[in-house]
């Protein structure tokens, strides 16, 4: 791995492995793409090859033909781990699964430097906390926290979704989606 100068991935990829970045490839440029798989893509591509490395999943190696496993277990904390959704442009879609019977839900973004009481203000809006997701920010220090919600009553969509935009607005976060 001496010979990397350039390591290709997510900006979460390269976030959660940044540690062992510094540690093992020192000097190597970070670059940014839109996906881990399009960074493996990118890499199977590439003319640099000896040169540049991308963070990815190994099954990458199977289906991108030229790459080889330098490493594997490079995130800094045993507990990071990746969730994958089904998503649709059109709210009416029949998804896989899907009986229409689930909750509305919603995912708000906060960041480490407002330091507020998350559940307090989850509380106060009847929003109750499904799951929180901490990542670490590549814009600032500290961490960002993703809270995923979801509704501690039945409503319509146009209730829910001001409730979530209110209680983010509180959080200083911002609402990067809601649905059911």
Known sequence: ??????????EQALGQCKGYLEQHVPGAALVRVASTAGAAQMLAASDSRCTDAAVCSKICANIYEGLDV???GIQDENSNSTRFMV????????????????RWRGLIRVG????????????????????VD?????????NDYFV?????????????????RAASERMHGRVLGVWK
């Open 87 to 102: 998503m649709a442009t059109d709210k009416e879609a029949v998804l896989p699964g899907f009986d229409g019977t689930a």
């Open 70 to 72: 330098l490493a594997e």
């Open 1 to 10: 791995m001496e010979d990397v100068r350039r390591v290709m991935s997510h």
């Open 148 to 164: 995923e919600v979801e509704a501690d009553c039945e409503c319509e969509e146009d209730a829910w979704e001001a409730m979530v």
């Open 134 to 142: 901490r990542r670490p920010s590549l814009s600032v220090a500290g």
């Open 112 to 131: 480490s430097r407002h330091g507020c009481a998350v559940g307090a203000v989850l509380d106060d809006a009847r929003l109750r906390i499904r799951q």
